[in-house]
């Protein structure tokens, strides 16, 4: 029997709370977690890929079935390389469905055997993105209770 394996891609630029909460839902679901923090190029990132990978490390530092990959590319074609056979994606609202789902269709179409799994952010993480934790960084914000305990910028 094959172990279970999901992929959560993004640009993790910073790492907050609510993608450690989609991490720690999703768990019971599948063997192992890959975190995979890439490039995305329509977004100028503002932490270094060393930085976001430093940081998710830390954060699941105490977990041996979570693991953080850097990757460039495709993330279908990063799947196949991983051997995992599902894409980890979380939900704050119904803009971010709309923009998931079509990516999870066009994966879909590239290779079948990969299937998207979405998972809704807790009421309590919905307001905070990356995008938004960034903008109060740059404007000298305290942004400590967006980010896990593991996290200080």
């Not at 979570?66 to 995992?84: F, N, P, S």
Request: hydrophobic residues 35%.
């Amino acid at each position: 029997m094959s172990k279970k394996i999901a992929v959560f891609p993004g640009s993790f630029s910073p790492f907050t709370k609510g993608h450690e909460s989609i991490v720690l839902r999703a768990l019971p679901l599948f063997d192992e977690i890959i975190i995979s923090i890439g490039i995305n190029s329509a977004k100028n990132d503002y932490f270094s890929i060393d930085e976001r990978v430093q940081w998710a490390e830390n954060v699941f530092k105490n977990y041996d079935n979570i693991k953080v990959e850097r990757y460039e590319g495709l993330t279908i074609d990063h799947c196949m390389k991983m051997g995992a056979k599902y894409i980890l994606r979380g939900l704050r609202n119904s803009h971010d469905f709309k923009y998931e789902k079509g990516i999870a269709q066009m994966n879909h179409s590239m290779d079948s055997g990969i299937e998207t799994i979405f998972i809704i952010t807790e009421p309590k993480y919905s307001h905070i993105s990356s995008t938004i934790v960034r903008d109060v960084i740059k404007n000298g914000g305290d942004i400590s209770q967006f980010l896990p305990e593991d996290i200080s910028l």
